[in-house]
């Protein structure tokens, strides 16, 4: 079995450009993987945005 995977777009970090970069992407029919150093995703590095919903883009 091999350890090597290949897809179309890495994306490095969950917050919210990593995951907006997700959604775009398999929107477009791409695979996508999506790597975190933190034990949760999402807006928490900025106070401002940490209220914001996330949801695919339309």
């Known amino acids: 079995m091999s350890d090597h995977r290949t897809v179309d777009l890495l994306a490095v970090g969950a917050g919210m450009a990593g995951l ?3 959604e775009r992407a398999l929107r ?6 999506v790597v975190e ?4 995703v999402g807006p928490h590095e900025s106070p401002r945005l940490a209220s914001l919903r996330l949801s695919p883009p339309p």
């Open 28 to 33: 477009d029919g791409l695979s996508v993987v």
């Open 20 to 22: 907006t970069a997700r």
């Open 37 to 40: 150093i933190a034990g949760d």
